[in-house]
């Protein structure tokens, strides 16, 4: 290793303190709201973020959150019985728009699903690391903000090909988070064989990922 990587290295501490610093660095994040009822996950996510220069702003409910409107360059929640419906009515409401991102400690296809059909962008596993929150925001930086959101229904007459019953297993797998070796070994098949079944999957609903394929998921023709 070089001397000026060992330098940055002792400057940043481990190693992967280091990737996540050099991660954010390339994907600038500016101040995120936490919007957490549970005071013990608000200050680890709080302290998670401020070790890669990101400022965190917590609130333990939305009518803090509300009452302020920081400017911020993303809102984390966590998916607690309605608690998102309840932000995203009244984000609208307010005209208050900052993509939200998800997070729960039990992952189900259902509660992702019904997430990102009220506008969250992304939908990620708590635990959280700085790496995770900096990938999901790179990937929505560029997209319309919760107000704008509107869910698209995939005209399944415009697909290749319906979704065969191996892709749909394979994008449920995914939208819990699931990485593709966890995959194989659930449906007993490769990873290299879930890459290409994700692939097809995302190819023939037109979606660039997983959280983008679940929004169009709805309304598709799935055969056995």
């Not at 729960?104 to 969250?120: C, E, K, N, Q, W």
């Not at 959280?128 to 319309?144: C, E, G, N, Q, Y």
Request: charged share 25%.
């Amino acid at each position: 290793m070089s001397l000026f990587l060992l330098s940055i290295r002792h400057i940043y501490g481990s190693k992967t303190d280091f990737k996540n610093n050099m991660r954010y660095h390339m994907t600038k994040i500016g101040p995120v709201a936490i919007v957490d009822a549970d005071v013990r996950r608000r200050a680890q996510l709080s302290y998670t973020l401020s070790q890669s220069g990101i400022h965190a702003e917590p609130y333990e409910h939305l009518s803090e959150l509300l009452a302020v409107k920081p400017s911020c360059d993303l809102i984390l929640i966590y998916d607690d019985q309605d608690v998102i419906g309840s932000l995203t009515r009244l984000m609208r409401l307010q005209d208050y728009r900052v993509p939200l991102i998800a997070y729960s400690s039990s992952l189900s296809p259902d509660r992702i699903v019904a997430a990102v059909r009220i506008g969250v962008a992304d939908y990620l596993a708590w635990p959280l690391d700085t790496a995770s929150i900096v990938d999901a925001f790179a990937r929505i930086k560029d997209a319309p903000p919760p107000a704008d959101i509107r869910l698209p229904i995939v005209d399944t007459d415009t697909m290749s090909a319906p979704l065969t019953r191996r892709e749909r297993e394979v994008l449920a797998a995914a939208a819990e988070g699931l990485p593709n070796k966890l995959i194989g070994q659930r449906l007993k098949i490769s990873y290299r064989t879930v890459e290409v079944h994700r692939y097809r999957a995302l190819k023939k609903i037109g979606a660039k990922n997983v959280s983008e394929a679940v929004r169009s998921m709805f309304g598709i023709s799935f055969v056995a």
